[in-house]
């Protein structure tokens, strides 16, 4: 047999005019017993028996189809006898509602030999019922993405049957299939899974002991769904590295929410709708590195203060107005903080001398008291851009003197657009800033530099004051 003729096709509706040799030549590649159909779609025929006639089998042990798949055939599995790892991924091109109607194939026939089943933006409709994956007893990674699956087109149910045969998956991917319920047993023989994704289905709420037996799962990531309530923290698994709730509803972090998740490095609970963050939102999560915040509605910003080990924290896109007290002492690891687009008029508080990045930009600020960045000797970025530094009064300048006087590390600075005029910025203002590379002053004033005044920015290769 011809090992170049050894293809798949998982379709149904092929143009009659249709050369099986010439297919495999355009579309389907063979190397190192993996074969690769790509790009292919066809024009729409009633030819039901096609790929009878077309499967020829073939010793390859991975497969991919990535083309216009809308019915996986029937007998697509026991046309690669040899084979564990299937990607079936469409390229969506081709509109499912254009088709004509069409007779209905029968239930796919899944053996259990696949090892890792990926079947995305698939359109796939043959998928019978709560049992049809009860044969795929040795997969370990599954990944199932907009696919019509029968129950997936209305609210799809993972009730305790459809994976209680699947003992052995450590990757389970179901995306976009509009899941609504997960039943409490619906993980229960799970107990391998390391990594579950259910982003953007309808969940807006779990059982309380739906992941109890995952003890050893490390990714965990159900954005946009819609999600409210975080329930009670003996609820997560607490051998979690990664959480990622970004996209939901949720609209409180209190003490006991994150409880549990004291392995915890990565936090994303960005685009929800969070108006109340305790101060000891975070206490359990002892080795946090990064949380992700953005597009909130938080008005205070006071639940950090003790994370030694956070590096990253992005609270942009909030309503805090005022920096004040103490919410940073402990961050000896905090390297990047972004602030952006609050409304943060004044600042009454230290920042961590650790910070390498600090972003303060499309806020309110209206004039630097000279103490804002003391210590701040690791510091290479600044961006204070799109706030509304401006002149107090004759004698004083909206930056005062020494106000980027420990910024010795300093590489890019970002004053643009605001008011600032020419006695804001001078020569004392920008000692000490030999490393200074790059330097924003434009959508300011009208500036007349005297010609000493960059003097001192021995380092500077951009410099733009445009007004
Ligand atoms: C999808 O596949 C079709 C058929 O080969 C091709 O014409 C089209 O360009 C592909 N689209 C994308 C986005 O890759
Ligand atoms: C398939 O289409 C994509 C996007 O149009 C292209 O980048 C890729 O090279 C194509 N692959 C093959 C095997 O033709
Ligand atoms: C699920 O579908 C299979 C295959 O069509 C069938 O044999 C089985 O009886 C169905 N089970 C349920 C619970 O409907
Ligand atoms: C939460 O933590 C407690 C105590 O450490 C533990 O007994 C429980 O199993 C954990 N819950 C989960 C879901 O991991
Ligand atoms: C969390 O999910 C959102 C939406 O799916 C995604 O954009 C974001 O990159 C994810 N966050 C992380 C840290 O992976
Ligand atoms: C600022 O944040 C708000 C939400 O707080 C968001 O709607 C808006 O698009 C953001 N603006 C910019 C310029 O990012």
């Known amino acids: 047999?011809?090992?170049?003729?050894?293809?798949?096709s998982a379709l149904f509706f092929v143009s009659f005019a249709f050369d099986e040799v010439q297919f495999v030549k355009n579309f389907c590649e063979e190397k190192d017993s993996r074969i690769e159909c790509r790009n292919f779609s066809f024009i729409e025929e009633d030819l039901k028996d096609f790929a009878e006639r077309v499967f020829i089998i073939s010793k390859a042990t991975e497969v991919l189809i990535n083309g216009d798949i809308k019915f996986l055939n029937e007998h697509l599995f026991e046309k690669f006898p040899d084979a564990e790892s299937f990607e079936l991924e469409s390229n969506e091109s081709v509109s499912y509602e254009l088709r004509k109607p069409f007779e209905r194939p029968k239930p796919i026939i899944f053996e259990s030999r696949?090892?890792?089943?990926?079947?995305?933006?698939?359109?796939?409709?043959?998928?019978?019922?709560?049992?049809?994956f009860h044969t795929l007893t040795e997969l370990e990674i599954f990944k199932i993405a907009l696919s019509k699956y029968k129950d997936f087109k209305t609210k799809l149910k993972i009730d305790d049957s459809l994976l209680e045969k699947n003992s052995k998956l450590k990757n389970l991917n179901i995306i976009t299939?509009?899941?609504?319920t997960i039943t409490e047993g619906a993980f229960r023989n799970l107990e391998e899974l390391e990594t579950l994704i259910l982003k953007n289905n309808h969940l807006s709420y779990f059982q309380p002991k739906t992941f109890q037996?995952?003890?050893?799962?490390?990714?965990?990531?159900?954005?946009?769904?819609?999600?409210?309530?975080?329930?009670?923290?003996?609820?997560?698994p607490s051998s979690l590295l990664v959480l990622n709730l970004s996209g939901n509803k949720v609209e409180s972090i209190t003490k006991n929410h994150?409880?549990?998740?004291?392995n915890l490095k990565s936090l994303d609970i960005s685009y929800n709708a969070i108006r109340l963050l305790s101060r000891n939102a975070f206490a359990s999560n002892t080795k946090i590195q990064t949380i992700n915040l953005k597009n909130n509605q938080i008005d205070e910003i006071r639940a950090f203060r003790n994370l030694e080990t956070l590096v990253d924290l992005d609270f942009s896109n909030n309503d805090v107005e005022t920096l004040q007290g103490d919410l940073f002492s402990n961050c000896r690891s905090l390297k990047t903080l972004n602030l952006k687009n609050n409304t943060i008029r004044i600042i009454f508080s230290a920042f961590n001398p650790e910070l390498i990045s600090l972003d303060l930009s499309l806020n309110k600020i209206q004039y630097l008291q000279g103490f804002e960045f003391n210590g701040l000797t690791s510091l290479t970025h600044l961006d204070i851009s799109d706030n509304v530094l401006r002149k107090?009064?004759?004698?004083?300048?909206?930056?005062?003197?020494?106000?980027?006087s420990d910024l010795e590390s300093l590489i890019e600075l970002r004053l643009n657009y605001n008011f600032l005029e020419i006695d804001d910025i001078f020569r004392t203002l920008l000692q000490n800033m030999g490393k200074l590379e790059k330097f924003h002053l434009n959508g300011n004033g009208e500036f007349n530099f005297e010609d000493d005044v960059f003097d001192d920015l021995v380092s500077l290769e951009y410099l733009n004051y445009e007004r």
């Open 1 to 8: 047999m011809n090992k170049s003729i050894i293809f798949a």
């Open 114 to 132: 696949i090892r890792i089943l990926i079947i995305g933006n698939s359109r796939v409709e043959n998928l019978e019922n709560s049992t049809s």
């Open 177 to 180: 299939s509009n899941i609504e």
């Open 213 to 236: 037996y995952q003890t050893n799962i490390k990714t965990l990531d159900i954005s946009e769904n819609l999600i409210k309530y975080l329930g009670l923290g003996s609820f997560w």
């Open 258 to 262: 994150l409880k549990n998740l004291s």
């Open 392 to 404: 107090m009064g004759a004698y004083i300048p909206a930056i005062k003197l020494g106000t980027f």
